[in-house]
């Protein structure tokens, strides 16, 4: 069994900066990608950013040069640095945790808000 815990959201003014941590325990696949997904009230959930284990990302364009990425390996933890935030950034936040073994396992946290707002 796989569990994500998320931290690091809050309320924040506009063009504040906020970081989220999302720390993954559990039988986890060294080879794997992890996330962060958002959703808004009335919207369905959307990608935010993504980062492989080797590295690779990606960026919803919304977000490209305002928000980046990180991870520890070694800590199956992911990182997402928001920068420059934006009303239109509010939503709820997801982590999410995906390898291929035969089949596609994925996983989610709980969700942390993230309030954008003056």
């Known amino acids: 069994q796989v569990q994500l815990v998320e931290s690091g959201g809050g309320l924040v003014q506009p063009g504040g900066s906020l970081r989220l941590s999302c720390a993954a325990s559990?039988?986890?696949?060294?080879?794997?990608?992890m996330g962060w997904y958002r959703q808004a009230p009335g919207k369905q959930r959307e990608l935010v950013a993504t980062?492989?284990?080797?590295?690779?990302?990606n960026y919803t364009d919304s977000v490209k040069g305002r928000f980046t990425i990180s991870r520890d390996n070694a800590k199956n933890t992911v990182f997402l640095q928001m920068n420059s935030l934006k009303a239109g950034d509010t939503a709820v936040y997801y982590c999410?945790?995906?390898?291929?073994?035969?089949?596609?396992?994925?996983?989610w946290g709980q969700g942390t808000q993230v309030t954008v707002s003056s």
């Open positions: 999410n945790l995906n390898y291929q073994l035969g089949r596609n396992y994925q996983f």
């Open positions: 559990g039988m986890i696949l060294s080879t794997n990608t």
């Open positions: 980062m492989s284990s080797d590295g690779s990302t």
